[in-house]
């Protein structure tokens, strides 16, 4: 079990990159963009084939970024300059970039096993250093021992850095004009600033985390397949909703830390719902919508027990008044 949630961690640091570009597009910007589906796997598309043809991994995942700049961008520009709805913007790219990726892998699946890859070179510059067995030593209580800790701490400090990045620009002028435009768009054009150009270029940063964390996946998992997107819009919005359930939104700092752990959270409970008997591998969509629905459904709940609980207080407060006034008018006409 530890080895599957040690798995499940390692992972979710590379799905919460992807996490923090839908948290951009549906809570900055609220815009419902499905470009993710198709832009997760140009992401992947373009660094796998740039691999296979030679290129260094490292460029090949930095042309993933562009690339899925490049498609919500295209996206941005649907909605604002064609005037299309956001949701329809979003669907049409998506089922434009199915073709489109396609067309850049020239087959359905590529394979990277026999490839360099991030993933290889970082793991091969880390055991260099020794650091496992000092890792391994130190946890060697518990019984397990990881074949490497390269992959999982160089993600953590990936997503940390991501993260600190996004807070940073959020905080600065065009940061501030993103977020907004995402609260009230009309108000911001009645300051004469280009609310279509903030829209596109926050949708062009959004599905460039997005292709970029489909890049590193398709490198961790050791290939690149064109439905490898299908319902990742959903994963995003899993961990988006589940971190904000867990860890609150009282910041933007805040939120996009409780992005990451929601990323992570949803990786474990979908590694450990897997392990139950019953369940098989095609059923992580199952999975996944049965976890989404309890992260919207739960809140709501418990949001609705808490606001009765307050007028149940309020009532009785109003109550034990009403008792006091009545008492003293009877004391008083006596």
Not at 72 to 95: D, E, Q, R, Y
């Given at each position: 079990m530890?080895?599957?949630?040690f798995?499940?961690?390692?992972?979710?640091f590379?799905?919460a990159?992807?996490?923090?570009?839908?948290?951009?597009?549906f809570?900055?910007l609220d815009?419902?963009?499905?470009?993710?589906d198709?832009?997760?796997?140009?992401?992947?598309?373009v660094?796998a084939?740039l691999?296979?043809?030679?290129?260094n991994?490292f460029?090949a995942?930095?042309?993933?970024?562009?690339a899925?700049?490049i498609?919500g961008?295209?996206?941005?520009?649907?909605?604002?300059k064609?005037?299309i709805?956001?949701?329809?913007?979003g669907i049409?790219?998506?089922?434009?970039?199915?073709s489109?990726?396609?067309?850049i892998?020239g087959?359905s699946n590529?394979?990277?096993?026999?490839?360099?890859?991030?993933?290889?070179?970082?793991?091969?510059?880390?055991?260099?250093t020794?650091?496992?067995?000092v890792?391994n030593g130190?946890?060697a209580?518990a019984?397990?021992?990881?074949?490497?800790?390269a992959?999982?701490?160089?993600m953590?400090?990936?997503?940390v850095?991501?993260k600190?990045?996004?807070?940073?620009?959020?905080?600065?002028?065009?940061g501030?004009?993103?977020?907004?435009?995402?609260?009230n768009?009309?108000?911001v054009s009645?300051f004469?600033?280009?609310?279509?150009?903030?829209i596109i270029?926050g949708?062009?940063?959004?599905?460039a985390?997005?292709?970029?964390?489909?890049a590193?996946?398709?490198?961790?998992?050791?290939f690149s397949?064109?439905?490898?997107g299908i319902?990742?819009?959903?994963?995003?919005l899993?961990?988006?909703i589940?971190g904000?359930a867990?860890?609150g939104?009282?910041s933007?700092?805040?939120a996009?830390?409780a992005?990451?752990?929601?990323?992570?959270v949803?990786?474990?409970?979908?590694?450990?719902?897997?392990?139950?008997?019953?369940?098989?591998t095609?059923?992580v969509?199952?999975?996944?919508?049965?976890i989404v629905m309890?992260?919207?459904?739960v809140p709501n709940?418990?949001?609705?027990?808490?606001?009765?609980?307050?007028?149940?207080r309020?009532?009785?407060e109003?109550?034990?008044?009403?008792?006091?006034?009545?008492?003293?008018?009877?004391?008083?006409?006596?």
């Amino acid at each position: 079990m530890l080895t599957a949630i040690f798995s499940a961690m390692e992972a979710g640091f590379i799905y919460a990159i992807m996490a923090l570009g839908v948290y951009l597009s549906f809570r900055i910007l609220d815009f419902p963009d499905l470009t993710v589906d198709g832009s997760f796997v140009t992401g992947a598309a373009v660094a796998a084939v740039l691999i296979m043809n030679g290129t260094n991994p490292f460029f090949a995942s930095a042309a993933a970024l562009i690339a899925g700049f490049i498609a919500g961008a295209v996206t941005g520009l649907l909605h604002t300059k064609g005037k299309i709805n956001p949701l329809l913007s979003g669907i049409l790219m998506m089922i434009a970039l199915y073709s489109i990726n396609l067309r850049i892998m020239g087959r359905s699946n590529v394979p990277l096993l026999q490839q360099e890859t991030v993933m290889t070179i970082i793991t091969e510059a880390w055991q260099k250093t020794g650091i496992d067995n000092v890792l391994n030593g130190a946890i060697a209580f518990a019984g397990f021992q990881p074949r490497t800790w390269a992959i999982f701490i160089t993600m953590a400090l990936l997503a940390v850095v991501v993260k600190l990045l996004l807070d940073l620009l959020l905080k600065t002028e065009i940061g501030l004009a993103l977020r907004a435009t995402g609260d009230n768009q009309p108000m911001v054009s009645s300051f004469s600033a280009n609310t279509d150009w903030l829209i596109i270029f926050g949708l062009g940063l959004s599905n460039a985390l997005v292709a970029f964390s489909g890049a590193l996946v398709a490198q961790y998992g050791g290939f690149s397949d064109v439905g490898m997107g299908i319902g990742m819009i959903v994963i995003g919005l899993a961990s988006v909703i589940i971190g904000e359930a867990l860890f609150g939104t009282r910041s933007i700092a805040r939120a996009t830390l409780a992005v990451i752990g929601g990323a992570i959270v949803y990786r474990i409970i979908l590694a450990l719902a897997l392990r139950v008997q019953f369940l098989e591998t095609g059923d992580v969509k199952l999975i996944t919508a049965v976890i989404v629905m309890i992260a919207l459904i739960v809140p709501n709940i418990a949001a609705a027990q808490k606001e009765k609980r307050r007028k149940k207080r309020k009532m009785e407060e109003q109550a034990r008044g009403e008792h006091v006034a009545r008492a003293q008018t009877d004391y008083e006409s006596i």
